[in-house]
């Protein structure tokens, strides 16, 4: 029994590893955006921008986010995110006051629109900040989200 | 082997709609379980979105997306028929990709 769960553990790291490589060589224009540990572990929201390069953004009414002004339940919060900014590549999503505020980064190639729905967990009641990238210059805006029952503690 | 993801791509004038649903637990690593133990970290960490084999969406997430995650996104410079297909992969190294083919909308 415990000799399977060894090898399988094995084997999946030996997977996750070519795997990362595979998507290193195949995605030039992110080949140094493998999985932005720092960015993820930050434990706020300025840290994780800092640690993506997108600390300098600046505030713009061209970034919608819907979200409910209430959530009654943290553990599903729908967000719809769309950018009218031209030319944007990615999204990234920050819910500030959860344990690690970085949510994640979308990236849109080949001409695809610059919108995204997700589903987030969010702790306690607070702001979401997303940070849209264009043109190599970075855009921000925030929606503040109440949260009546938290969803991390699960 | 995870289950299977839901994917529905329908095809909106020359815009497509992708909806995904994903089964996977998002284990936030913060939950402890009925014996009172942590339940380790276990979640999605990338996606990919191809279109006829040509990378089209692509995100990194944290584990602070729901259980069982649900995107969408819309893709351009596609028609009916296409093949639209969907890969993640988690912090286990435990991978997944699905296909499916783009409808015509109404």
Redesign the interface.
């Known amino acids: 029994m415990h000799q399977t769960r060894r090898s399988f553990i094995k084997a999946g790291g030996a997977a996750a590893l070519l795997a990362a490589l595979g998507a290193a060589l195949l995605k030039p224009g992110r080949a140094l955006a493998a999985w932005n540990k720092g960015a993820f572990e930050a434990k706020s929201a300025l840290d994780a921008m800092r640690a993506l390069g997108v600390a300098n953004a600046e505030d713009s009414k061209a970034i919608e986010i819907r979200a409910p002004e209430i959530a009654e339940n943290g553990a599903v919060v729908p967000i719809d995110i769309t950018s009218n900014i031209p030319g944007t590549t990615s999204i990234s999503v920050f819910i500030e006051k959860n344990p690690f505020p970085y949510t994640g980064t979308f990236d849109f190639s080949q001409g695809s629109v610059p919108y995204v729905h997700l589903r987030v967990k969010i702790g306690e009641s607070s702001p979401v900040r997303v940070v849209a990238s264009a043109g190599g210059k970075h855009y921000t805006a925030v929606k503040e989200v109440k949260v009546t029952i938290g969803g991390c503690g699960g | 082997m995870a289950d299977p993801m839901k994917i529905r791509a329908t095809l909106q004038g020359d815009?497509v709609d992708v909806?995904v649903l994903m089964a996977h637990p998002m284990e936030?690593g913060?939950?402890?379980d009925a014996a009172g133990k942590l339940v380790p970290l276990h979640f999605i960490?990338?996606i990919?979105a191809q279109?006829n084999g040509?990378?089209?969406?692509?995100?990194?997430?944290?584990?602070?997306?729901?259980?069982n995650?649900?995107?969408?996104?819309?893709?351009?410079?596609a028609k009916a028929g296409d093949k639209l297909s969907v890969t993640w992969?988690d912090?286990?190294?435990?991978?997944r990709t699905d296909e499916v083919v783009i409808r015509a909308g109404s």
């Open positions: 815009v909806r936030t913060q939950r402890k960490q990338t990919t279109l040509k990378t089209v969406f692509s995100a990194d997430i944290s584990q602070a997306v729901s259980r995650p649900v995107f969408a996104f819309k893709v351009k410079g992969q912090n286990m190294g435990e991978k």
